[in-house]
């Protein structure tokens, strides 16, 4: 029992650092609020110099003071501020003159200002020159793809923001301007962020050769110990290159094989969900369901496997989950009421019309559901509840 409580708060953590919202970039890490989109939320924005601070003194009860001269003003929804005039915060910011910043400030009864974010002419040119959020996401994306790897710290985590938060379809869309060479070089060079490898692996699937493929293939069957971040987006991308030869080498090497670690082969699994969702037919759909259905084999992911056998419509193992219902590694709660909401939803997907025969798999359900319902009544109950918010 101790090793599922362990698998599930892996899966937890894998969800969360290896997959970004379905509706955002699929390998992306949580999307943020980006510095543009600050930016656009502000009431008032200015690029402005510390001039002087005092420290805190807490025998006094002082909190520490920092002013700071305006040097341009971005917006002022406010019509308070100008250039050459001041803004002085109630706390203190150690600086020295010269040191620039970003004051974002929010309209209440008076502008109440954000912590000051220290950039550069090079970073402040780069958040107030980005197209507006009323841009086409196209246009967008352009602009910050030239900025990925930038050696500004500030503005290469941001650019991979915008992309973290990009939908799918948008990153597409410009595939056509991604630089291949570069892509190679940012996935081969060992100072990128881990958290950027997923998003790079995407990318050369989508404007990659032959070549990218098998360098891909190449890097995905390294032997591995431990978890290594942005895998599933390489996977991601080897199948968008090699298709149905590469589903091949990832079932072969990742989910055949038990001795992998785990994280390699729930990878696999968010690289077939990507296939699915976002392939557009490249991998056949039945292709896809018979390498979600070899994981029925391993009892530690049987209930994530059951969910998205459901979610695929793949009645052709529901005498199988009869059959593993309740055995040895089968026999934890999560994985019984994955296999009872199979049936619930394989016993819901028939025809509207109620003059139409309900399909063989519909028959088949109910069949199982009432058996389960006379064997394991409790566990039924609990699945039926919120079956709806599960599916």
């Not at 909190?63 to 109630?90: F, M, R």
């Not at 998003?199 to 390294?222: H, S």
């Not at 080498?249 to 296939?275: C, G, H, I, W």
Request: charged fraction near 25%; charge should be negative; hydrophobic fraction near 40%.
């Amino acid at each position: 029992m101790f090793r599922f409580a362990i698998r599930s708060a892996l899966v937890l953590l894998l969800t969360v650092l290896v997959s970004g919202l379905t509706w955002a970039c699929p390998f992306c890490s949580a999307p943020s609020l980006t510095l543009c989109e600050q930016l656009n939320m502000a009431d008032a924005v200015a690029l402005v110099e510390w001039s002087e601070g005092k420290p805190a003194d807490r025998e006094k009860g002082f909190a520490g003071s920092t002013q700071y001269s305006i040097l341009k003003v971005v917006h002022d929804s406010s019509g308070e501020l100008k250039v050459g005039g001041k803004i002085n915060l109630d706390r203190y910011r150690a600086a020295k003159s010269g040191d620039m910043f970003l004051l974002m400030g929010t309209k209440t009864t008076e502008l109440e200002w954000g912590s000051p974010l220290e950039v550069t002419e090079t970073s402040f040119n780069y958040i107030t020159q980005a197209p507006s959020k009323e841009a086409p996401a196209k246009e967008r994306l352009a602009y910050f793809l030239k900025f990925l790897e930038f050696p500004d710290t500030i503005v290469a985590d941001d650019a991979y923001g915008e992309f973290a938060n990009a939908q799918y379809k948008d990153i597409v869309s410009i595939k056509d301007q991604f630089p291949r060479e570069k892509v190679r070089k940012w996935l081969d060079n060992p100072q990128t962020s881990p958290s950027r490898l997923g998003l790079y692996g995407l990318m050369l699937g989508l404007c990659g050769t032959v070549e990218d493929a098998t360098y891909l293939e190449k890097k995905l069957l390294e032997p591995v110990e431990g978890f290594r971040l942005g895998i599933d987006g390489m996977m991601g991308g080897y199948l968008l290159l090699a298709k149905d030869h590469g589903l091949t080498v990832l079932e072969d090497s990742k989910l055949k094989n038990k001795s992998v670690p785990f994280s390699e082969t729930y990878a696999t699994m968010q690289a077939l969900r990507f296939m699915w969702q976002y392939g557009d037919g490249q991998i056949a759909k039945d292709r896809l369901r018979q390498s979600m259905r070899i994981l029925l084999d391993r009892p530690e992911l049987a209930d994530l496997v059951v969910v998205d056998l459901a979610r695929w419509q793949d009645w052709s193992v529901a005498d199988r989950l009869m059959e593993l219902y309740g055995k040895e590694g089968y026999d934890i709660p999560s994985t019984k009421r994955a296999i009872v909401r199979f049936y619930l939803t394989a016993e819901a997907a028939k025809p509207k019309d109620p003059k139409e025969p309900a399909p063989e798999h519909v028959e088949v359900a109910k069949k199982h559901l009432k058996a389960l319902r006379e064997k394991d009544p409790d566990t039924v109950k609990q699945a039926e509840e919120f079956f709806y918010l599960n599916f």
